[in-house]
């Protein structure tokens, strides 16, 4: 605002001092209008309003100034003070009028991502709600074997906790907290973590990582479960013989950890959209993981990268910051 009122006193000036004995009607006044527009941009209605009027004390000496002045002149002078208000106020309203149109429509793609994001999470509850519902009237009626029962509807349970879970994840922010450790010892454990799943799957989890210390800071319990969530993806992605190698490496400015498998691989449309929250193309899942491993990752200034093709697998390449020890 302060430059804008700048602007308008050296236009006055110039006004009142060049071209005071030509008195010329000419380009001078028309440069008011720059800084009523700006005004208008920058601060809306009021603020073209208060730099017009500013514009209008600056102007009136040069209206009533000592040099001769016809009927005509006047009348092309006064003309100017209403022609310039009129377009503050144009110029205000018009600008005021698209930012409430850009604020509501704001406002209507935030109810609609709610109203997608509700639906997903319907949807995805519906399913073990329902086998919950029929197992427990299968119970009071006494039909069928209660201990199967009993199992099915705590499996449905935990995939219901699971998704509660998964949701609330997302939706608070991660608060990471940084310490130095060493990223061989995290892949292993991820590793560990992720060999009994392989292990029924008929998959064969392969680990590669340097002898060598690579300390990196980093919050170990965010980094693992995002590790955890790719490494259990590829396996999942993997039929019964298949290989996948999780493995450790320095590059020049980062530490890069590779997930490879040789499982059915993404589709283009999947590639593009596996970091989107509640895209999914797996019948159990919610969405959710890779948008979790993603915000992870960014948490650490890191970067994720996936390369796909359907039937011959995928690499998934994290690269995080690092320090050698």
Not at 8 to 37: C, G, M, N, W
């Amino acid at each position: 605002m302060v430059a804008l009122l700048a602007s308008t006193v050296i236009v006055s000036y110039l006004h009142h001092s060049i071209f005071r004995q030509a008195s010329p009607d000419i380009i001078l006044k028309e440069l008011y209008y720059i800084p009523l527009l700006l005004g208008a941009l920058f601060f809306g209605l009021k603020g073209a309003l208060l730099v017009y009027l500013f514009t209008s004390a600056s102007y009136l000496p040069y209206l009533f100034g000592g040099w001769p002045m016809s009927l005509w002149t006047l009348m092309d002078r006064v003309s100017h003070l209403l022609f310039t208000g009129l377009f503050a106020v144009l110029a205000g309203f018009l600008v005021e009028r698209e930012r409430k149109r850009l604020r509501q429509s704001e406002i209507e793609r935030s109810l609609v991502g709610i109203g997608r994001v509700a639906a997903n999470i319907v949807h995805d509850l519906k399913n073990p709600l329902i086998t919950i519902l029929g197992f427990t009237r299968r119970l009071r009626e006494r039909k069928g074997d209660a201990d199967e029962a009993v199992r099915i509807i705590e499996e449905s349970a935990f995939t219901m906790q699971r998704i509660v879970h998964e949701v609330l994840d997302y939706a608070k922010p991660i608060r990471i907290q940084l310490k130095d450790e060493d990223i061989s010892a995290l892949v292993k454990s991820s590793h560990e973590a992720c060999r009994t799943k392989a292990e029924e799957r008929g998959v064969s989890l392969l680990i590669e990582t340097p002898t060598d210390p690579l300390m990196i800071p980093l919050d170990r319990v965010a980094m693992q479960r995002a590790l955890v969530n790719v490494i259990t993806n590829a396996i999942e992605a993997s039929g019964k013989g298949k290989d996948v190698l999780v493995s450790a490496e320095v590059g020049k400015k980062s530490l890069r950890i590779r997930i490879n498998d040789h499982g059915s691989g993404m589709d283009k449309e999947t590639i593009e959209n596996v970091f989107t929250p509640f895209f999914t193309k797996k019948s159990g899942g919610t969405g959710l993981g890779m948008a979790i491993v993603k915000k992870v990752i960014d948490e650490h200034g890191g970067t994720i990268h996936i390369a796909s093709n359907p039937g011959q697998g995928t690499e998934v390449l994290i690269e995080l910051p690092f320090k050698a020890v």
